[in-house]
């Protein structure tokens, strides 16, 4: 289990964390997303002793890791944004090193280095040396180093780059299934592999944590509006932007279209169920419009934002201010 | 310890797998090598004495030590190694060990390797075997500080020739800075505190055979400074 309160991070005059605050239970996949220079790597380098607080706590399995760093390294495996791999070294001998760093002695260190090799795919390749491996090799050998002494605490910068998709979906096969005993926090500018493998995610911008949640929950939460997608047909008179206004609560006609004579396709914006006039849903409302205006409704449907463009919400929303 | 032993031993195959160690201990071999018997003329001269071969040494260590220890952290940092030592059960003081150890043992290798000399030179004369080895006492420890000072200087470079460079400089610096006191003369304040400093000055009492406990205490808390230097670099960057 991880928990930050407060977290704070400077480097130099820089603030790169502002108070950020967040709890991951063990069992659980925490995708940290955010564009480049949101603080993500600056958690997990905190998460991982690597640099300490300027204030606030990182707790990793209740240790503080300014207090006792040592103890919480020994519970972390960490793969970092830019693979630390020696060149000149075997995956071998490169995995040797690891294990006696991790302490792994006599039979737990050959089935700990065998279920590594295994796991990552990694038989083929291990007795070559590193400079010689591509770039997914690479990729995998530094997720062995981190997974090597089956770590309660598994920490994964960008873990899935340089990877071919074959792999990738392998890769987070693994990720998942480490996820389901483990606390597994990963960040990614890949939307699709949040709702691919986490089951939270945390949205940051600047620094700040813009949004949390499952990643199916976390649109409804933020988001402020509905969005309904509309196909109308009308017999009579043309459907148009001034008609559309006489929807109850509307907020605005984000498109509008002619599909073919007499049916149009409509996007609209709608005030969420709560502020909706009279507690009814959105859709309830466009619904009885359209019967009270004798149009005939052949589509309605409530629209999720894609993860996407909420990240390009929130994060925008964050640089115009 | 354990520790210790594991990075100097990841260090030490890493330098066995790359040709970086090997030349440069050939390097220092031949030139010793060459200094001894071509420039200086063992042969020539007659004397079976060693005290020619030692006295450069010094001088050859501000070049042997830079080449063993650049690589020593700057590599780490342009590999991004440096976040995986930093990220696994190891302290500040065993990473600093672990790395200063390896590369002792390199430069303690390549001396080890000039033993043929002595052994050859002790078949045409009569040796002071507890001469020579004062003499190898002396090139260790003095090794011992300027591994610790490249060490150290390494950690601060942001790469590999600049951690040469640096390194090489200040051991020049260290090295020669007593032949400024005997210019300024033997018995100023300054003059003897230039001595004092210097590495070469303290090594002088153990090429002329003499095992002096300041000399030896000058090495040992050269060594456990810049030590201590580095490991407090480390930690401090954990803060910035």
């Not at chain 2, 342009?78 to 030592?85: A, F, I, N, S």
């Not at chain 2, 045409?124 to 060490?151: K, N, P, R």
Request: charged share 20%; glycine share 8%.
């Amino acid at each position: 289990m991880i928990e930050l309160r407060e977290l704070r991070k400077s480097y130099g005059g820089v603030e790169a964390v502002k108070g950020v605050s967040f709890v991951a239970e063990t069992g659980s996949v925490l995708g940290l997303l955010g564009p480049n220079g949101a603080g993500k790597t600056t958690i997990m380098k905190v998460l991982t002793g690597y640099h300490f607080p300027s204030s606030g706590t990182a707790l990793v399995d209740g240790i503080d890791v300014s207090e006792d760093p040592i103890a919480v390294k020994a519970r972390v495996g960490y793969l970092p944004e830019s693979v630390p791999l020696y060149q000149d070294l075997t995956v071998a001998e490169y995995l040797d090193f690891v294990a006696d760093a991790r302490g792994l002695a006599g039979g737990e260190r050959a089935s700990a280095i065998e279920r590594a090799v295994a796991s990552c795919g990694l038989s083929g390749v291990y007795r070559k040396k590193v400079e010689d491996l591509s770039k997914g090799y690479k990729q995998r050998t530094g997720l062995a180093q981190a997974i090597l002494h089956d770590p309660p605490i598994l920490i994964l910068d960008e873990p899935t780059t340089g990877l071919d998709p074959n792999q990738i979906i392998e890769i987070r096969a693994l990720i998942r299934s480490l996820g389901e005993s483990k606390t597994v926090i990963l960040s990614t500018h890949i939307l699709q592999e949040v709702e691919a493998i986490c089951s939270r995610v945390i949205i940051l911008s600047e620094g700040r944590v813009a949004a949390q949640g499952a990643p199916s929950e976390i649109g409804d939460a933020l988001k402020g509006e509905e969005r309904i997608v509309l196909r109308l047909k009308s017999a009579s008179r043309p459907v148009d932007r001034e008609r559309l206004s006489g929807i109850p609560g509307l907020r605005s006609v984000a498109s509008l279209e002619s599909e073919s004579p007499g049916v149009w396709a409509a996007e609209i914006a709608m005030p969420p169920a709560s502020s909706a006039s009279g507690a009814m849903e959105a859709g309830e409302l466009v619904f009885d419009w359209a019967v009270a205006n004798g149009l005939k409704v052949l589509e309605l449907e409530r629209r999720r934002l894609s993860l996407e463009e909420i990240f390009v919400k929130l994060t925008q929303e964050g640089d115009g201010r | 310890m354990k520790n210790v032993l594991a990075i100097a031993k990841r260090e030490l195959r890493s330098s066995f797998n790359s040709p970086v160690a090997y030349a440069v201990i050939l390097g220092f071999l031949l030139f010793t090598g060459v200094y001894l018997y071509f420039i200086r003329g063992f042969y020539a001269v007659g004397q079976a004495d060693l005290r020619v071969y030692f006295s450069i040494m010094p001088i050859v260590l501000c070049f042997l030590v830079p080449a063993l220890t650049m690589r020593s952290w700057a590599e780490e940092r342009r590999l991004g190694t440096y976040e995986l030592l930093l990220t696994l059960p190891f302290s500040e003081r065993q990473l600093v060990l672990g790395k200063f150890l390896s590369s002792f043992a390199l430069a303690a290798l390549a001396l080890l390797l000039t033993l043929p000399v002595p052994i050859a030179a002790s078949m045409l004369g009569s040796f002071d075997a507890g001469m020579l080895a004062t003499q190898y006492l002396g090139v260790l420890l003095e090794m011992a500080a300027a591994v610790a000072i490249g060490e150290w200087i390494s950690s601060l470079a942001k790469n590999q020739v600049s951690a040469f460079i640096g390194a090489v400089l200040a051991l020049l610096v260290l090295v020669l800075v007593d032949r400024v006191a005997s210019f300024l003369g033997s018995g100023g304040l300054v003059a003897s505190f230039l001595n004092w400093l210097s590495l070469s000055f303290h090594y002088d009492s153990f090429s002329r055979g003499v095992v002096d406990s300041r000399d030896l205490a000058y090495y040992l808390s050269a060594a456990v400074l810049f030590l201590y230097l580095s490991a407090w670099g480390l930690t401090r960057r954990k803060w910035s």
